[in-house]
Nanobody, 132 residues
Framework: QVQLVESGGGSVQAGGSLRLSCVAS????????WAWFRQFPGKERDEVAI????????YYTDSAKGRFTISQEDGKNTVFLQMNSLKPEDTAMYYC?????????????????????????WGQGTQVTVSS
């Protein structure tokens, strides 16, 4: 059974930092993309950052560029999201996801969320709250 468990969420003031972690168990794949999504109340999950374990390529949404960094722990099913210069608008539930595709394959599908829904796995989420 595959299980993804996020941690590291919490409350922080604007300008502060948080580091989210995601540990996967029971998951094996020769090629994997790890992704962080976030979900605002009443909205769909939107991707924030993706890392392709095959070649190390990363992708960030415009809102994450320059502030967030996705990384993985070598040899382990562990991925991180370092979030700096946090803003109140970053307040959301953050989800980790794993999908056995390359970043190129995901981009060809046109939807990371669809790729995860059809082929991958979600974590249970961790809340991030940024106060002004």
């Amino acid at each position: 059974q595959v299980q993804l468990v996020e941690s590291g969420g919490g409350s922080v003031q604007a300008g502060g930092s948080l580091r989210l972690s995601c540990v996967a168990s029971g998951y094996t794949s020769t090629r994997t993309c790890w992704a962080w999504f976030r979900q605002f109340p009443g909205k769909e999950r939107d991707e924030v950052a993706i890392i392709d374990t095959g070649d190390g390529k990363t992708y960030y949404t415009d809102s994450a560029k320059g502030r967030f960094t996705i990384s993985q722990e070598d040899g382990k099913n562990t991925v991180f999201l370092q979030m700096n210069s946090l803003k109140p608008e970053d307040t959301a539930m953050y989800y980790c996801a794993a999908v056995p595709l390359s970043l190129t394959q995901i981009q060809a599908l046109g939807s990371t969320a669809r790729a995860v829904a059809e082929l991958g796995y979600w974590g249970q989420g961790t809340q991030v709250t940024v106060s002004s």
